[in-house]
């Protein structure tokens, strides 16, 4: 029997040799080893399937944009393990709008952040330990259906092609959406929660004096309003002792260019830094600023896109698993592919027993109605509140309703309340505030 689990790794190393992957033919290809595309290779594996899990990246530390909080229950829920956690938290910190600054204190720990790029490394180890493969440094091109095969053009760093064959492919590429393609746009109002909503987020990671990181220790920071960031929001997490992670996310409206955030990044550090001096060479005498990551994020609210094409399938933020009240991606990308595993596993079971034809597909046709289900009728307006929230706060006006919101919030929420609303989108104590928000006026 394999091991239940094997320590993370630095994501370096786990490549099999590249020219003898065409020569095989793979019963599921994943493309993207994020947290969706990681976990489903690890079920597979799991399963006994012969699994090609690929990511563009030779390092799986690089690029590990995701401020990667969570509550704690759903570490327990998907079996990661404590070397994995960053830190835990039990409290909340609202920074803004103006000065303002309002706290809530959990009894018992709420949640943890996770280290991003030690769970993409984890669950590639963990692929390799149930038989799977891993590759690195493959980046997908397209792909293209022969028969009951798929065949997959992939782009090597030294400017090689390889086609890989396979029974499936699965597009875990996030965003990008390398493969399953954008949902093509829906001109009518009444339809824009089907059009893809875009953002773009910025994470630097800081290394503080350890004075500086009790400061910030055991709770997750916002920083909301106009005056923090226009049209989105900042946080500060702490991570292990010495280590913070400062960002910003900022939704782009409809017909507009992203804004750069690089000027807005180095305002917030010198805000809620003001004692430090980026880049001393001394971490104890001010603040080094060791990493720089960003990206995009774009995900629809209705979340109605297509979620198959053939035999291609999308996966995680592919399929607008990135919810946009709290920027959360992974649990909800995990939840995916927990929901994705058996439906594919039914349908390469039939598969080898010769049912072809519309017996195939029979399982995967649930796989959207299923992962709505699983997400909870909450998912649209919450999303529909993210929307008109962070878009509002480019004024004043955005501002004072925000601060209405948060003085409530203040006088009758406990912490638990705000990991409720936070995590899971349990909005209903605002009652017929929410209305609009509910039926799409706003």
Known sequence: MRPESVAPDRGQALSRPKPELSEQLWDVLVVGAGPAGGDLATQLARAGQKVLLIDQLPDLRQAAFSSAAMPLEALQRFGLPAELVGHRWRSWQLIGPGH?????????????????????????QQTLAWGGQVSLGLRAQGCQAQGHEMLTTVLQRDG?????????????????????????????PAHRDHNLIRAVGVEWLLQVPIQTWDHWAGKLSFCLGSDWVPQGYGWVFPMQPGLL????????????????????MQELYRRLFPQATEDCRDPYQGIRVLDRHGGLVRSSISRREPHQRGRLIGL???????????????????????ELAPLLLQTLDLERRGQHGRHLDGPLQRYPKLLRRTLGWRWVPSGRIARRTWLSLASPRGDRRLQAVLAGLERGASAEDLSALLFDYRFERFGLKLVPYLLGWR
């Open 160 to 188: 090689g092609r390889l086609r890989l064959r396979s029974r499936w492919v699965v597009d875990a590429t996030g965003q990008a959406r390398s493969l399953i393609g954008d949902p093509l746009p829906d001109p009518l």
């Open 245 to 264: 992670k400062l960002g910003a996310c900022r939704i782009t409206p409809e017909g507009s260019a992203p804004v750069p955030l690089a000027p807005l």
């Open 316 to 338: 995680g933020d592919a399929v607008s698993t990135a919810n946009l009240l709290g920027g959360e991606g992974i649990r909800h990308a995990l939840t995916a592919s927990r």
């Open 100 to 124: 303002a600054r309002r706290h809530w204190r959990g009894e018992r720990p709420l949640g943890v952040v996770l280290d991003f790029g030690a769970l993409r490394g984890w669950q590639a």
